[in-house]
């Protein structure tokens, strides 16, 4: 005997133990093919249930018998397509019997049903070899009963909902997996970005720290020398030039707060800057306000200016 994929239905039978009923009713189901068919004929295949009722998402047993020459080959039927509606779980195959040149074979199918229809007819087909052809024949129908879990009697608009259901709650899980896909997908784009606009942004970068550094620089410089006077000439003006020459030493790394007037002016090379130097320093030590100091301070807020537009065009 050859077979296909398949699945299983039984005999009906009566409420006697399980595995003992479903043996009882295979080895009849054999015994009486056997005796009914004339020898050397081919008798109807004979197919049942071993389950009055099924259950859904239950397994129940399906049995399929066949009496045939022995000098021929039979094919059961394919269990992914015959036994629909039914799920095929397992196939059981017993040995081929042969007696007096008459072979009888038979199979137990464990199937599944998730169908809630109330009652399910299967009539599976067995091929029988014919040279360079097939002769289909099917098996008796039987049918199987669905066993509801809700009463026959009760009515849909009698049902009452549960309203006292206690719900469990149920512990966070942080999704490591998403985390990880997040954070290569950044990084990738973060490369991407960097590859391409690296050094762009770098410039942009250094543009912004440059900018915010030059308007700290004015609003000081300016707050300062605002509002000059002889009354405070000289702390004022010392304060003023002090963050002047700093500003100066970080734009261009130069140690302007270590060195002289007469050497700032020398090393920019600017003949304003060097009279411009010589009025603060009479403003810083002699106290002496005229009318040259606003106009001295002013050449230095231009010198500063200067060194940050040559820094600015070095970045670039």
Known sequence: MKIGDGQTVAFPVLKAERGLRIWVLTFWAIIHCSLVVAPCSVAQPVGRFLDDTIEVGRPFRYALTMRHRASQDVFYPDTARHFAPFLVQSVAVFPTKTVNQVSTDSAIYTLVSFEVSRARVLQVPVYMANGADCTALLSSPDTVFLRSAVLASTRPDTLQL???????????????????????????????????????????????????????????????????????????????????????????????????????????????????????????????????????????????????????????
């Open 162 to 316: 549960v309203t006292n259901a206690v719900l469990t709650p149920l512990p966070q899980e942080f999704n490591y997996a998403y985390l990880a896909v997040a954070v290569v997908a950044l990084g990738v784009l973060a490369g991407a970005i960097y590859i391409l606009f690296g050094s762009l942004l770098r410039q942009r970068w250094q543009w912004y720290l440059l900018a915010r550094s030059h308007t700290r620089f004015l609003t000081g410089y300016t707050q300062l020398t605002r509002n000059l006077g002889p009354e405070s000439t000289g702390d004022t003006t010392n304060q003023a030039i002090v963050n002047w020459k700093k500003y100066l030493e970080r734009l261009e790394k130069k140690p302007y707060t270590s060195l002289t007037s007469s050497e700032i002016a020398e090393r920019i090379g600017d003949d304003r800057l060097a009279d411009a130097l010589r009025e603060t320093d009479r403003m810083i030590y002699g106290g002496s306000f005229t009318d040259q100091s606003p106009l001295a301070l002013r050449v230095l807020l231009d010198v500063a200016v200067a060194a940050y537009q040559r820094r600015r065009q070095a970045i670039s």
